[in-house]
């Protein structure tokens, strides 16, 4: 029985001190694993701090390197000729940034960058690099070579990016016309600001303008005859040692724009002179009283009135006093003129009496109806509006008749002009392809067909036999009228500045083209010669139909030489 309690006390003993080391190590295996999680924790905290931070640094270079300064510039959709041929299109270009956060010493940082860009602003990169920004442009729109040259120098905290900037093929071939973008690619002259007006900056703005979804943007103009026409004003400022000219073709038919520049201009892949006063748009941003090529318009008007036919006659034989004005010939007759001699003569006296005729309210009202003094509706922005008297008294309309006191621009006394050649109809003049039909609907019937046909026998006239015979093309057919006005200098006008013009059509049997030259303060190509508008201006006009008239497609034809077509006086 002892050996029995015995023996079941020594396994009580025994089982008791298993359950003790059992739960010391139960105990002890606790405590670890409690420290293994907590270890682990701090880790993953660490961790999560430091990958938390690197998300927020990252969002915040973001949106430091996406706000306006780095925003990658928007696509724009090429210019092409009437033939296709590129005016306008975007290249890709480098552009050089700096991240500043990481710039360690901007001084060595500039005097690196000047070894490449000598014109870097000192100060400003200076205060650039000290800003302490996640981005900010250092120089955009690089050469290939700045940029190779530029990496050459291995400089830390500086980088490039590839934006889109517009290059021009042509380059001063037709600056006006095709206009500018400034260095974010928007349009900002010419009918690259009009391409943007018509829907391409919001397309920009909305992110939508993508290249590869944008049609080229065809225009009227012909490259070629633009080549040509450039040429022909540049050669002839410096032949006449002028300060400016200018010319356009202009289809008759339709009011296409074919051809039009004006000199001086500027190169629209560096126009750093674009904006200086004496580059502008002569041709339709600037007004000028354009002499007498609007004596067409006042012996057309005469004519449409019903008061004056071709067989009418005016006294010229002495000059025209009113108030303290006195009209004069500038090479008089001193008798009684037709008509006809009145327009090839060039009479200022014979104008006068043809708008004294139809009477002030009359004239005033002619000349509005052919545009000439209404602000000229097209697609270019340059535009200027027209001048006149705010009240028009009889000393007014005299004058006006043979082109003192009133402004217009070139462009649209080449538009009226198209009027009188094309049976009398008005047609907004357009930069864009037109068809005839869509010629016909826009434009507005302004003086009767028999005007209009009495005035292309005036006109083939006088290139004939009067002023314009240096206009004179074998085979074409030109017809036209001279414009020699006298500007006004400190107030008063001068007879020895002139400005110029000479206003052409061609072919005269059914004219198809409106050449329109001007040449601003012309000398005289020799010591001793003149300086009047048949002598520089007409030549201008007889060299750009000479060169271009096979490349519009008219044919020479010489079976009408030496005739001018009567029309008939019924």
């Excluded at 095709?178 to 919001?202: C, H, M, P, R």
């Amino acid at each position: 029985m002892m050996k029995l309690w015995r023996k079941r006390a020594s396994e009580a003993e025994a089982s008791t001190a298993s359950i003790v080391v059992d739960g010391a190590r139960k105990s002890t295996g606790g405590r670890a694993r409690t420290r293994v999680v907590m270890t682990m924790a701090v880790f993953f905290g660490i961790y999560a701090t430091i990958a938390g931070r690197l998300v927020y640094l990252g969002f915040e270079d973001a949106e430091a390197s996406s706000g306006p300064e780095s925003r990658i510039t928007a696509s724009r959709p090429d210019i092409v000729d009437r033939n296709g041929e590129v005016l306008a299109t975007d290249i890709k270009t480098a552009s050089l940034f700096a991240e500043p956060r990481r710039i360690v010493d901007p001084n060595e940082v500039i005097e690196k960058l000047s070894l490449v860009l000598p014109d870097i602003q000192v100060e400003q990169t200076y205060h650039k690099l000290k800003s302490g920004a996640g981005f900010v442009w250092l120089r955009r729109q690089l050469t290939p070579k700045q940029q190779n040259d530029i990496m050459q120098l291995g400089i830390p905290g500086i980088g490039f990016r590839t934006e889109k900037r517009r290059f021009y093929p042509g380059g001063e071939t037709a600056p006006h016309i095709v206009g500018l973008t400034n260095i974010d690619n928007k349009g900002i002259s010419g009918l690259e600001k009009y391409i943007d007006d018509q829907g391409l900056a919001d397309l920009q703005a909305t992110g939508l303008a993508v290249a590869t979804d944008l049609k080229p943007v065809r225009l009227s103009i012909d490259l070629r005859v633009q080549h040509i026409v450039r040429d022909e004003i540049s050669r002839a400022m410096e032949k006449y040692h002028a300060i400016a000219a200018g010319a356009v073709v202009l289809n008759a038919k339709t009011g296409e724009v074919m051809a039009m520049a004006s000199v001086p201009d500027y190169d629209p892949n560096n126009p750093y002179n674009a904006h200086d006063k004496d580059r502008l748009n002569r041709m339709s941003a600037g007004t000028y009283e354009m002499g007498s090529t609007i004596k067409s318009f006042t012996t057309a008007m005469a004519l449409d009135s019903g008061k004056v036919t071709m067989e009418s006659r005016f006294d010229a034989s002495r000059p025209i006093t009113i108030g303290r004005q006195t009209i004069r010939d500038f090479h008089g007759k001193g008798r009684v003129l037709t008509v006809p001699e009145v327009f090839i003569y060039s009479s200022n006296i014979g104008s006068a009496r043809e708008a004294d005729v139809v009477g002030i309210e009359g004239h005033r009202e002619f000349l509005h109806r052919m545009g000439l003094l209404e602000r000229m509706n097209t697609e270019l922005p340059e535009v200027a509006r027209p001048s006149e008297p705010k009240v028009w008294k009889k000393v007014h309309s005299i004058t006006i008749a043979f082109g003192h006191g009133m402004s217009t621009t070139p462009l649209q006394t080449a538009v009226a002009a198209a009027a009188l050649m094309n049976g009398g109809k008005l047609i907004d003049p357009t930069f864009l392809p037109r068809t005839q039909e869509q010629a016909d609907a826009v434009a507005k019937q302004v003086i009767d067909p028999k005007t209009s046909e009495n005035m292309r026998y005036l006109y083939r006239l006088n290139a004939e036999k009067g002023s314009g015979k240096r206009a004179e093309v074998p085979g074409y057919r030109v017809g036209g009228k001279t414009g020699t006005a006298e500007k006004v200098v400190n107030g008063r006008y001068s007879s020895t500045v002139r400005f110029n013009a000479f206003l052409a059509a061609f072919p005269m049997d059914d004219p198809q083209y409106i050449v329109l030259s001007i040449i601003d303060e012309p000398k005289p190509e020799k010591p001793g010669m003149g300086a009047t508008s048949g002598l520089n201006a007409a030549p201008i006009v007889a060299n750009i139909i000479r060169r271009s008239a096979s490349l519009l497609g008219v044919k020479p034809e010489f079976s009408h030489e030496s005739k001018a077509t009567l029309a008939s006086y019924q």
